[in-house]
């Protein structure tokens, strides 16, 4: 948790706005957004996937894997991902029926 906060921290809003991923992390976040919805990602991919959130937003189906690297316990993150998601592409049919799932029961009072 110490980590996920630093890490965080040291991406913030306006730094993480600049980011660009190169070839190989473009490669590798285009594999994340490619996993189906039952994948849970380990930390580091959390981490890819926030690290380059503002990258990631013309990508439409690349929200619901950016929903679940939120700290849902975190109000200052969960109004940054409700800020973010609101810059992002429309959502496709089964991306929506996805935030409607479990995995989201966390974001419901979003």
Do not use: M
């Amino acid at each position: 948790a110490k980590h996920h906060k630093l890490a965080r921290s040291l991406l913030s809003a306006g730094f993480a706005r600049e980011l660009k991923p190169d070839g190989q992390e473009r490669a590798r976040l285009n594999s994340l957004v490619a996993l189906p919805p039952t994948q849970r990602l380990k930390d580091e991919e959390r981490e890819l996937i926030w690290k380059f959130r503002y990258a990631l937003r013309s990508q439409k189906q690349a929200l619901t894997k950016l929903l679940k690297c939120v700290d849902w316990s975190d109000a200052r993150e969960v109004a940054h991902a409700r800020q973010l998601s609101e810059e992002w592409s429309p959502p496709s049919v089964p991306d929506l029926l996805e935030l409607l799932g479990a995995s989201f029961v966390n974001a419901a009072s979003w």
